[in-house]
Structures are given as structure tokens and as C-alpha cells.
């Protein structure tokens, strides 16, 4: 990407409740967004690309999607959703519905949180960072990582929310992933917080008892990055991230599972919240657009 001549781009960030799409620049600029309620696949994307056309046709295309989703361009079926448990959306292709939209236009897939970091690392909280990671606790919970200088896409991509984490002392909750029941997501994500303290994530307070279990699961997450990839930052952002004093939490907590073999005192410098708060992944998506 040339750094001078930003080129004017779309970026398109599919979430599983809303859909964000931005006409800009590939520096991350954004000129225009529009939100809305992410539907039927058909219909979503009808709106989205109805909303660029009126604005020109772009230089190139970023988008950061939910997942499963094929991001390997090899893949016969890439830009396809996979086994998502979204209604209507397991096997729709998102490259096929942006090429016939827009024929030509250069296209760039990645994951809703590879696009955030992606984000984050260029004009955020990870600014120089060749090594770091972006976790998302929301309805579900999902990682992107960046690994000497590189986003991690491996056979299909990472899926940080669906790993076994050590219980929380005094934790009996089931859990609530469909398919593994206690995975992290199943333990931490918003539904499954408030499915155990029976009172949504946003409406317990910052003293509950909750936030230190959250931390721990959370710390516990970390970890396992730290052990595996070792990144400098991890930034953890979605809505339960913005629970008070949560990153806090989450650096006391890890302090103390990591013993000091990591060699950080102090991990308050490692676990941050999103500089770019709510606009890191549609920012990434149209950096992502150049990135071809
Ligand atoms: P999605 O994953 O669907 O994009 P969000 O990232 O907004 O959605 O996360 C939604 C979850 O965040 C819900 O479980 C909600 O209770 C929780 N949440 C929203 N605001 C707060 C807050 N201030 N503190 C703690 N949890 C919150
Ligand atoms: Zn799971």
C-alpha cells in the first residue's frame, strides 16, 4: 500500500447482528458509514452494495466477517460462510455476491476480528506492533492475531473462543456453546454471563462477583496466546469488554497464573482496550481493501 496516494475503497464489516458498511480511503479513512440490522444473507448484501453503488465504484473492497468463513483464496470455496450456526448463512458466498455487484473490483477477505486488528495495529492501540492480538467478547468470542507482521489465517482460521480454559474455582455452570458445551465462548461470551448470574452482562455492576470470573477466563485466554504466539499487545474490545475495570482485572489475573515465567511484571501495558473503540473493524476493512 502506498502511503501517499490512498485510493478511494468500500469496506464492508459483516457482524452477526449488524452489518457496517463505509465508503473511504485504504489509509482507513472513512468519508461515509451506514449500520443496519444484518438479515438474510441475500438481503444484507443487497443493501450493502445498493449503498456503495450510489457512491461510485471503489478502487478495491475489504470486508471483516463473522465466521466460519473461508478466507484462503486457494480454497474452491473461498469467501463462503461454513458451519455457522446463522440462520441462512452456512454456504452463502460473500466474494460471489460482491463480484456480481461489482465485477473487476479487487476483493479482500478476513475475519471480523483479523480486520479489527488489522485496525488497531495500523492506526490504534497496536501501532507498530509486528506481533499482537485482538479479542472480541460479545455474543460470542473470537481472536484475531497477528504473528511477525503477518494476520493468522492457517488451514481455515483461528477460532480462540472454542479451546477448553481451566475452570474457575467454585464454577459450576454448564456452559453454553452448542457444540462443546464449556469451551471459553460457552464459559465468558455475553449470553453465557448472563445465563449463570441470571441478569445481562451490561447490567451487572463493575463490584459483582462476576467481572473476576470473567477475568479469570479471560487471563486464562491470554495465556494461551502468550504460551503460543507470544504477542506484545492484546486488545480486548467488544461489548462485555466494556464492563469497568475489566483490562484491569484481566492484567491482575494474569500476573498471577503467569508466575513471572513470561518475563512482564506488569501486564496493564498488555491488555488494552480498542484505541479505535466501535470503528476498529470497519477502519480495518478498508485498510484491508488495498491489501491485494
Ligand atoms: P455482538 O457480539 O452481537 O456484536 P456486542 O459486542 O455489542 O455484540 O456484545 C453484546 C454483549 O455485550 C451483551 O451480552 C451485553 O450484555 C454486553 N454488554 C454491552 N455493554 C456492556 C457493558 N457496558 N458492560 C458489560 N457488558 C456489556
Ligand atoms: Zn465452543
Known sequence: MSESKALPVAGIELGGTKTVVAWGLSDGT???????PTTRPEETFATATAWLRERGTPAGIGVGAFGPVRVNPAAPDFGSLLATPKDGWQG???????????????LTLDTDVNAALWGEVALGAAQGATDAAYITIGTGIGAGILSGGRLVHGAVHPEFGHFK???????????LCPFHGDCLEGLASGPAIAARWGKAAADLPADHPAWDMEAWYLAHGILALLAIVSPSKVIVGGGVSQSAGLHAKIAACLEKITAGYFGEGDFTDLVVPPALEQEAGIRGALLLASNH
Open 30 to 36: 472513512i468519508h461515509e458509514e451506514h449500520r443496519f
Open 92 to 106: 452463502f458466498s460473500i466474494t460471489g455476491a460482491l463480484a456480481a455487484a461489482f465485477p473487476g473490483v479487487p
Open 165 to 175: 480454559v481451566a475452570r474457575a474455582p467454585g464454577d459450576s455452570f454448564a456452559g
